[in-house]
């Protein structure tokens, strides 16, 4: 099943559910694909690790606006942002560790033999593609640093 069927579907239980929350975020999901499909052409549907990139950019988005509204003093403002970003998790892949994000990055740095900063741009694209999903590139960015210094 595809993720924009997915949506939908779980649109319909949120309607049924009168969750307003989750209703908010699906559809902002549902949203975010039809933009996608009408940039990229006349595809019916989006690749899978174009979905999972957008569905990281949204959870980002609402992470990022609970932190601001947070620092102001908003609490009101961040909680609704905090669970939309929790529905919108569901859809990813399971989020591996900064344990697990290490052990594969350690990995990559073996076989590869990057060594210094230099070769942090490298490595971030390697370690990217093939954690794809599975972690946010911050947490990726952070143990490259860690490792290679």
Do not use: W
């Amino acid at each position: 099943m595809s993720l924009q069927s997915q949506i939908n579907e779980e649109i319909k239980n949120a309607m049924r559910a009168k969750d307003t929350i989750a209703l908010e975020s699906l559809r902002a999901v549902k949203s975010a694909i039809l933009l996608a499909l009408t940039e990229g052409g006349a595809n019916d549907e989006l690749a899978q690790e174009d979905e999972i990139k957008l569905l990281q950019r949204l959870v980002k988005q609402r992470k990022d606006s609970a932190a601001i509204y947070v620092q102001q003093g908003r609490q009101d403002l961040a909680e609704p942002e905090l669970l939309q970003s929790a529905v919108i998790e569901k859809f990813l892949p399971k989020q591996l560790s900064e344990n697990e994000v290490e052990v594969v990055v350690a990995q990559i740095i073996a076989d590869n033999g990057f060594s210094g900063m230099a070769s942090m741009g490298q490595l971030m694209g390697i370690a990217s593609k093939q954690l794809g999903g599975s972690a946010d590139g911050k947490t990726i960015s952070t143990i490259v640093k860690k490792l290679l210094a």
